[in-house]
């Protein structure tokens, strides 16, 4: 009104609890929690930490837990150790009725695995009540991001879903909660969640379909025809987009994809509070993705989700080559405090070595990632053009 402007900045928040990092799922298991310890180097060397307010988040309790979570489940996961896995015959009869063990151990039983899951979860919810207060405007948690986890099952390397918990929080204050999910696996068990509601809509874009030996990508759901539950008594009705892609997706490709749906979403659900799954397994050259992005696309979400000024939640997820899990958080950071960093990664760098030499990276913040794990681009311009146009038929449900 008297014509000075209040300068237009972020209030950032950063919640993490360091202990996360020295879990250990099993060498030959592709999740590493100490890529954590990578992404945080970065994020210090890079000072990043003084754009941001640092907070260093309790581990949820049970009960905290149980707000989504069966108590009985949560009762096995609080008992279970390695050691006592195979010597209590009950416990053995609960492993697979709860997700756990079988052929792939994707959800293995390791030391402190209680800790783990209440770390990550705490850090969420912490991050959804500093939306809640007020007390930021974008709230970061890169150790969640679990989004397979059921209410009464483990799944895909997730035991606890913390998202669910943090989305159920933010639903004390607002009336719409938007989740958008750009791991490259399909989000599942958040779009179970809330299948019933109309107060959260999901958005997923992922993976999706056979490979040659007619086994589908984990964890097989998510077509563009799956929109949840179409019986009209049901509120969740129309409230789940599923965006399925096919093996090499490019940086242009995707951001026009994101922006063209992402912003149609946005635009006709007109959420108060969004949460953003930032899963890192959709860049090139991931361990167990299929995507060809760079660090600049993937980030381009988060710049484009941050620029509707909504209160913004930033979550982990996926993520299996470590040093470019690291790299992308670290941008994706500075994407929300509004700093510019350099392609060249700081001397200071404490495991520097991660990142350097040709394989590593050269010592770059920004490599080509787009050719270090060649997959060919099976998504055509016209197979996108059509997938966008059936993603705006579906929002069609939204008018009623
Ligand atoms: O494909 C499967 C199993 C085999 N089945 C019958 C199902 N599991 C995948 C699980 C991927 C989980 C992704 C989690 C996230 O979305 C969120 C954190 O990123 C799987 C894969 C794979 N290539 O898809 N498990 C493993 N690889 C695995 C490899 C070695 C040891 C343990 C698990
Ligand atoms: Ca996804
Ligand atoms: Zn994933």
């Not at 009762?75 to 195979?86: H, R, Y």
């Not at 792939?104 to 207060?133: E, K």
């Not at 929300?336 to 010592?363: I, K, R, V």
Request: charged letters at 20%; hydrophobic letters at 35%.
């Amino acid at each position: 009104e008297n014509g000075i402007e209040k300068p237009k900045g972020y209030t950032v928040s950063f919640h993490y609890n360091a202990e996360v990092e020295y879990h250990h799922f099993g060498s030959s298991h592709p999740m590493k929690p100490w890529r954590l310890t990578l992404a945080k180097q970065l994020i210090l060397a890079y000072g990043l930490e003084y754009a941001m307010d640092l907070y260093q988040p309790r581990p949820a309790t049970f009960d905290e837990l149980a707000i989504f979570h069966d108590r009985q489940y949560l009762g096995f996961l609080q008992s279970i150790t390695p050691q006592n896995l195979d010597s209590d015959p009950e416990k053995a009869k609960y492993l697979e009725l709860f997700g756990f063990g079988g052929e792939s151990n994707d959800c293995p039983v390791f030391d402190g695995l209680w800790n783990y899951v209440s770390l990550y979860s705490g850090a969420s919810v912490h991050a959804a009540h500093n939306l809640l207060n007020h007390q930021s405007d974008i709230a970061i948690n890169w150790s969640g991001g679990l989004h397979h986890a059921k209410k009464n099952a483990a799944s895909g390397f997730c035991y606890v879903n913390d998202i669910v918990l943090a989305i159920q929080h933010l639903l004390t204050q607002n009336q719409r909660v938007l989740y958008v999910d750009v791991d490259v696996h399909h989000g599942d068990g958040v779009e179970q969640a809330f299948e019933s509601t109309d107060r959260v809509f999901t958005l997923s874009y992922h993976k999706y379909g056979l490979d040659k030996w007619g086994a589908g990508f984990f964890p097989g759901t998510g077509n563009i025809n799956e929109v949840g539950p179409t019986d009209p008594s049901n509120r969740g009705k129309g409230h789940t987009l599923n965006i399925p892609l096919e093996d090499g997706i490019d940086d242009e490709q995707y951001k026009w994809l994101f922006k063209t749906v992402t912003g149609a979403v946005i635009s006709k659900y007109q959420p108060t509070a969004i949460v953003l799954q930032c899963g890192a397994d959709s860049l090139g050259g991931d361990r167990l993705g299929r995507f060809n992005l760079n660090i600049k696309a993937h980030g381009f979400c988060v710049e484009h989700v941050k620029s509707f000024n909504i209160p913004l939640l930033l979550i982990g997820g996926g993520g299996y080559t470590p040093r470019n899990v690291a790299r992308t958080w670290c941008h994706e950071t500075a994407v929300c405090t509004g700093s510019e960093l350099h392609n060249n990664l700081p001397m200071h760098l404490p495991y520097l070595q991660a990142f350097d030499g040709t394989e590593n990276g050269g010592g770059m913040l920004y490599p080509n990632l787009h050719n270090t794990k060649r997959h060919d681009n099976q998504n055509t311009r016209e197979k996108l053009q059509k997938l966008v146009a059936h993603a705006m038929e579906n929002l069609r449900y939204l008018e009623g």
